[in-house]
């Protein structure tokens, strides 16, 4: 007998399409203000578990795992456009709006935070709140990547290259590639119980290609689009809020005057926590979401 997938307690599962040929596996729970949560690599919507359940107790709670991630589809790439945050950004309103909700607030981990960034700048009518975890805007990332101190981030090298490549060397072991982030990114190792990652490492397993083409637009077409942005001189217009780990420290970037350079109602704060802060300290990432919304 096949073991039980795992979910988040209380809430509903469902298929949800939001583009031509493209549905998302969406889990819901709770009612009242819709917030929607993006997850980050190498995890899927359960990542969310523990501050999703606290805050389904006055907020309609909607956690997709994101295209080419987890049980959503995963569209071919045939022109370097499907897993552009862009397109990602507009999933995430789509499914917002089939669900019946045209306003909602909005936060994203990892690169789930660059969807959500995306569709701050994109959907501003539709976004009423913002929250970003551990990330930077993918062109200042890219700016502050150099020297050796970018050593780091060598995972977004290697899938920026073209198709193949990448693709063929991670799918030989794909469990020691994924599992590194998992072991190395945690500040909490018990926040990641066996059962969860297994189940992040089977989903990844499953999703190189499309995992890969994710990466590989933060390399191209996305930083094309944060550049417009900034020429234009468009700001993030909603309330915003970024829990950072200390990165500025090693790679020699001040996170806040970064981030400050998009958004005007800005609250950042460098936490202590691992890169996987939504499970290592679910009480304080609910508390400052729910801060964030009574901004």
């Not at 997709?64 to 397109?87: I, N």
């Not at 999933?91 to 709006?97: G, H, I, Q, S, Y």
């Not at 072991?173 to 500040?187: E, I, M, N, T, V």
């Amino acid at each position: 007998m096949a073991p039980t997938p795992l979910a988040i307690p209380n809430f509903e599962q469902r298929r949800v399409p939001v583009a031509e040929g493209v549905s998302l596996n969406v889990a819901i729970g709770g009612s009242g203000r819709p917030l929607v949560l993006l997850h980050g690599f190498p995890q899927t919507h359960l990542m969310w578990r523990h501050v999703a359940a606290d805050l389904a107790a006055d907020h309609t709670v909607i956690c997709p795992d994101l295209r080419g991630y987890g049980a959503s589809d995963k569209p071919a790439d045939p022109d370097g456009t499907a897993y552009s945050k862009r397109t990602m950004a507009a999933d995430t309103v789509a499914l917002a709006r089939a669900l019946g909700h045209d306003r909602f607030a909005l936060a994203g981990h990892d690169r789930g935070a660059l969807v959500a960034f995306r569709a701050g700048l994109d959907h501003p009518d539709a976004v009423t709140h913002l929250a970003c975890l551990d990330v930077l805007p993918t062109l200042d990332m890219w700016a502050a990547m150099h020297g050796t101190s970018a050593a780091i981030g060598f995972h977004l090298y290697l899938m920026a290259q073209p198709p193949g490549l990448p693709e063929q060397m991670i799918g030989a072991a794909p469990d020691a590639f994924f599992g590194h982030f998992l072991d190395a990114w945690s500040g909490d190792p018990g926040a990641l119980p066996a059962e969860v990652r297994t189940a992040y490492l089977e989903a990844c397993r499953a999703a190189v290609p499309s995992i890969v083409a994710d990466y590989r637009a933060s390399a191209g077409i996305d930083v094309d689009h944060d550049r417009a942005d900034r020429e234009a001189g468009n700001r993030l217009r909603m309330p915003v809020t970024v829990l950072q780990q200390d990165w500025g420290a090693a790679l020699g970037y001040d996170a806040r005057e970064l981030w400050s350079g998009w958004a005007s109602d800005l609250v950042h704060t460098t936490v202590g926590w691992g890169h996987f802060m939504a499970e290592e300290a679910p009480a304080e990432v609910a508390a400052a979401l729910r801060a964030l919304l009574a901004r």
